[in-house]
T-cell receptor, first 114, second 111 residues
Framework: AQSVTQLGSHVSVSEGALVLLRCNYS??????LFWYVQYPNQGLQLLLK??????LVKGINGFEAEFKKSETSFHLTKPSAHMSDAAEYFC????????????FGKGTLLTVNP | NAGVTQTPKFRVLKTGQSMTLLCAQD?????MYWYRQDPGMGLRLIHY???????AKGEVPDGYNVSRLKKQNFLLGLESAAPSQTSVYFC??????????FGDGTRLSIL
């Protein structure tokens, strides 16, 4: 069974600092990987996805993630944090042939300090 | 362009009452999903559907039923609500090889 681990339930950075949110997955077959963002009292919005093309994936709002098969990781980064990046971030995995069902990590709450 | 619309947005129930949550999508998507979100737990899949007239169980299906009589609608029912079902419920839809699109959620409290 696939699983997703997000290291750190809460990450705090200063405005302008590097954002690094960690995600590790376990999957028996090559997975599809996603990062979603959730702002307060809203649904989830897709940031980016990996679907076996380029290992470095660029998303919206300046975020990117790198798929590393050897480390079973898909960490999310942004070079310079903005106040508007404060939100909860979820990593999710879907296995081929699973009817696109998503398994989510428990989420990481990002706080950006002025 | 509404996308995925969930009704109602908020609801308070008493233990033992029943209710139905409605998810409607206007994107002609084949696949639809119901998740629940609890603090510190992420989102967990309750039930899903791969097309009109089909339903299947997800990770946490107990206490819930679903129906997909029309392609655009996916209903989630609670026959006898329990306090453990207090949660935020999200519906999502998608087409093959595309990401899931999420609604804004239904906040459900059961007293």
């Amino acid at each position: 069974a696939q699983s997703v681990t997000q290291l750190g339930s809460h990450v705090s950075v200063s405005e302008g600092a590097l954002v690094l949110l960690r995600c590790n997955y376990s999957s028996s077959v090559p997975p599809y990987l996603f990062w979603y963002v959730q702002y307060p009292n809203q649904g989830l919005q897709l940031l980016l996805k990996y679907t076996s093309a380029a290992t470095l994936v660029k998303g919206i709002n300046g975020f990117e993630a790198e798929f590393k098969k050897s480390e079973t990781s898909f960490h999310l980064t942004k070079p310079s944090a903005h106040m508007s990046d404060a939100a909860e971030y979820f990593c999710a995995v879907s296995e081929a042939g699973s009817n696109y069902k998503l398994t989510f990590g428990k989420g990481t709450l990002l706080t950006v300090n002025p | 362009n509404a996308g995925v619309t969930q009704t109602p947005k908020f609801r308070v129930l008493k233990t033992g009452q029943s209710m139905t949550l409605l998810c409607a999508q206007d994107m002609n998507h084949e696949y639809m999903y119901w998740y629940r979100q609890d603090p510190g737990m992420g989102l967990r899949l309750i039930h899903y559907s791969v097309g009109e007239g089909t339903t299947a169980k997800g990770e946490v299906p107990d206490g819930y039923n679903v129906s997909r009589l029309k392609k655009q609608n996916f209903l989630l029912g609670l026959e006898s609500a329990a306090p453990s079902q207090t949660s935020v419920y999200f519906c999502a839809s998608m087409d093959s090889n595309q990401p899931q699109h999420f609604g804004d959620g239904t906040r459900l409290s059961i007293l």
